[in-house]
């Protein structure tokens, strides 16, 4: 057995005992020593999203260390510090063999059940994940922060969708958890120049100290406006929105130039209105971004070296069998709280 946090029932939390998993073929057991608080999981678990029906374990952002490998596992042995993938994917379709893993005909991902399958995550002591995406720690990441590394290869995946240039203007638009390493990435792959935009003001002044130029403070002026009067009427060359809502798509959109780039990021809202004629007669470039595909390595090596920043972004440390009550805070949108890691 072993001590796991359970989502029991639509928004409710136990920390309470369960059976400890078994490795099969090719997976490994591997003992938590950190687990954040995703998004997705504060905002569906209450059943909005279909994505978290009870009973569940939930979470996918993880670090720890192989405790057992399963039959035919050669790469890893027990004590080995590691980080794995959120993604479960089977490494056999077409879309696996092209190296678009996030694209998986079988994709699963860990900590979600939906009417498709449901595969228990890592808000527990132990949990079992397939050799295939698991990842080396480098020895100078702790496990809180590496617990980050999932965070960051989303914001690192959206950077190269949007193929920034050297001369590119981008607006970010959300400056929450991601949209914070978005900034990051877009400053490690040669942005000239990051417009941040949120209605938070602190978490403006936090995208401006890791790397962000300007900042537009939504609410208070007119986004596009702003946004204009920054690039001398042109507009920027791309926007990255970082949030999933109709108003915020909308400012991304009326953010950039004529011929400019959108990648939709955020997806809090399953559907938003799009201002079809704004794109179409602009001639938009309109991509989507999920999860990661590829960018685990680099990404544990930019944090390592300190060039991704996580450390500003965890809020708060905390036991697991506290778990229900950080989740209560961050859903009832307790001020200056960002990312919460949780530790068996």
């Known amino acids: 057995m072993m001590k796991a946090l359970v ?3 639509y928004s409710h939390l136990e920390y309470m005992e369960v059976p400890q998993p078994v490795p099969g073929p090719d997976e490994a057991l591997v ?11 504060v905002h569906g678990m209450d059943g ?10 939930m979470g996918h952002e993880a670090s720890g260390v ?24 089977c490494g056999r379709c077409s879309y696996c063999q092209e190296g678009q893993t996030n694209l998986c005909e079988r994709r699963q991902v860990l900590g979600v059940s939906c009417g498709d399958y449901r595969r228990d995550g890592a808000f527990a002591e132990y949990v079992v994940v397939p050799e295939r995406i698991l990842y080396r720690l480098p020895d100078s990441l702790s496990f809180e922060h590496a617990a980050m590394a999932e965070a960051v290869s989303i914001a690192a995946h959206a950077v190269r969708r949007t193929a920034v240039k050297a001369t590119d203007t981008v607006v970010v638009v959300g400056t929450g958890m ?5 900034v990051q990435a877009l400053r ?8 941040a935009v949120d209605k938070d003001l602190k978490r403006l002044e936090m995208a401006l100290r890791l790397g962000a130029d300007e900042k537009v403070e939504a609410g208070r002026v007119d986004v596009a406006e702003a946004i204009r009067e920054l690039t001398k009427g042109r507009g920027a060359d791309a926007a990255m929105e970082v949030v999933g809502l109709n108003e915020t798509v909308k400012t991304a959109i009326v953010s950039v130039r004529r011929g400019g780039r959108l990648t939709l990021v955020g997806n809090l809202s399953p559907t938003v209105e799009l201002p079809l004629q704004r794109v179409v007669t602009n001639e938009l470039k309109l991509s989507g971004s999920c999860a990661a595909s590829g960018e685990y390595p680099t990404c544990l090596e930019w944090m390592a070296a300190g060039a991704i920043q996580v450390a500003p972004l ?11 009550r ?10 200056n709280l960002l990312k919460v890691i949780l530790k068996p």
Not at 188 to 195: M, Q
Not at 326 to 335: A, C, I, V, Y
Request: glycine share 12%; proline share 7%.
């Open 66 to 89: 192989v405790a057992e490998a399963g039959e035919g596992v050669k790469s890893w042995l027990p004590g080995d510090r590691v980080t794995f993938d959120s993604t479960v994917y």
């Open 178 to 182: 991601i949209g914070v390493l978005v």
């Open 326 to 335: 950080w989740f209560d805070s961050l859903r009832k949108g307790e001020p």
């Open 48 to 57: 909005s999203t279909g994505r978290r029906i009870p009973p569940l374990i």
């Open 314 to 324: 965890v809020s708060a440390v905390a036991p697991l069998a506290e778990g229900p």
């Open 188 to 195: 490690l792959a040669g942005c000239r120049r990051i417009i």
């Open 7 to 9: 989502l029991t029932a």
């Open 31 to 41: 003992e938590v020593k950190a687990c954040g608080i995703c998004g997705s999981d």
